[in-house]
């Protein structure tokens, strides 16, 4: 970042334009004084190189240059989230797609109060974090609803069943080898039914997750627009979006491990 903004430092155009009067003065005043241009070209360089250190260390330069950066790092993720809402769409019931419409409809009415109004650093904050969570949002979403249709699609009253019966041949089972069979079949069972029930356990939090981070998506709506600066609200706001990066990295690596039944 202070590379970028040494580079920035050197190409202002205030710089730039001083650097070509210096280099004018230094000509003329070589012409006149019969000097060799090159003296006045080094020192032109050198006052030029100077402006450029005091724009580098500049509070103002650098919180202007600060907030260039972070307004094409909101465009650039409000970009991430139409691309992550078109893939979601295709994953999301009737139910779970009307949420997650009202939740980018949300993020819509924050970045437009955010456009109205972009050297606010409150709203430039909020919507930030709103893109944020919103990314977060859609990641979990997606997964979520994989993993829910994987669960759904697991008959696992036909598994008790089953598990039910092996069990009680057990009782009965004179052969060994058969009793072994039959007991390597029942632990399987036990396992893939254990599994399911951590799966459906993570669904129901995650469920919860993804509500709690529509609500706060909603309430920072209010909050943009309200023009009242609690530190403590955007600390809370920055809990549950670390909270969400944490759950988007739980998703992933369950994910990677899926069961398959």
């Given at each position: 970042?202070?590379?970028?903004?040494?580079?920035?430092?050197?190409?202002?155009?205030?710089?730039?334009?001083?650097?070509?009067?210096?280099?004018?003065?230094?000509?003329?005043?070589?012409?006149?004084?019969?000097?060799?241009?090159?003296?006045?070209?080094?020192?032109?360089?050198?006052?030029?190189?100077?402006?450029v250190l005091k724009s580098?260390?500049?509070?103002?330069?650098?919180?202007?240059?600060?907030?260039?950066?972070?307004?094409?790092?909101?465009k650039k993720m409000n970009k991430m989230c139409l691309q992550l809402t078109a893939d979601t769409k295709k994953y999301t019931n009737s139910a779970y797609y009307k949420k997650l419409s009202s939740l980018v409809k949300d993020k819509d009415d924050i970045l437009k109060?955010?456009?109205?109004?972009?050297?606010?650093?409150?709203?430039?904050?909020?919507?930030?974090?709103?893109?944020?969570?919103?990314?977060?949002?859609?990641?979990?979403?997606?997964?979520?609803?994989?993993?829910?249709?994987?669960?759904?699609?697991?008959?696992?009253?036909?598994?008790?069943?089953?598990?039910s019966q092996n069990t009680r041949k057990l009782n009965f089972a004179d052969n060994p080898k058969v009793y072994e069979d039959i007991k390597r079949i029942v632990e399987m069972d036990e396992k893939i039914i254990n599994r399911l029930k951590e799966e459906k356990n993570d669904l129901e939090r995650i469920d919860v997750k993804l509500d709690y981070i529509k609500s706060t998506v909603s309430m920072m709506k209010h909050q943009i627009n309200s023009s009242f600066d609690s530190q403590e609200t955007m600390e809370s706001i920055e809990n549950i979006l670390n909270e969400a990066v944490a759950f988007e990295s739980v998703l992933y690596e369950r994910n990677k491990s899926k069961f398959r039944i």
């Amino acid at each position: 970042m202070k590379l970028k903004l040494f580079w920035n430092s050197i190409i202002y155009y205030k710089n730039l334009g001083m650097l070509l009067v210096f280099m004018g003065m230094g000509l003329a005043a070589a012409e006149f004084a019969h000097f060799p241009s090159s003296y006045a070209a080094i020192s032109a360089v050198i006052l030029y190189f100077g402006l450029v250190l005091k724009s580098f260390t500049d509070r103002e330069f650098q919180e202007n240059f600060l907030h260039k950066e972070k307004e094409k790092e909101i465009k650039k993720m409000n970009k991430m989230c139409l691309q992550l809402t078109a893939d979601t769409k295709k994953y999301t019931n009737s139910a779970y797609y009307k949420k997650l419409s009202s939740l980018v409809k949300d993020k819509d009415d924050i970045l437009k109060s955010y456009n109205k109004d972009k050297s606010n650093h409150i709203k430039e904050k909020i919507a930030e974090y709103t893109l944020n969570l919103t990314i977060s949002y859609l990641n979990l979403l997606k997964d979520f609803c994989i993993r829910s249709k994987a669960v759904d699609r697991t008959n696992i009253n036909s598994l008790m069943e089953r598990l039910s019966q092996n069990t009680r041949k057990l009782n009965f089972a004179d052969n060994p080898k058969v009793y072994e069979d039959i007991k390597r079949i029942v632990e399987m069972d036990e396992k893939i039914i254990n599994r399911l029930k951590e799966e459906k356990n993570d669904l129901e939090r995650i469920d919860v997750k993804l509500d709690y981070i529509k609500s706060t998506v909603s309430m920072m709506k209010h909050q943009i627009n309200s023009s009242f600066d609690s530190q403590e609200t955007m600390e809370s706001i920055e809990n549950i979006l670390n909270e969400a990066v944490a759950f988007e990295s739980v998703l992933y690596e369950r994910n990677k491990s899926k069961f398959r039944i």
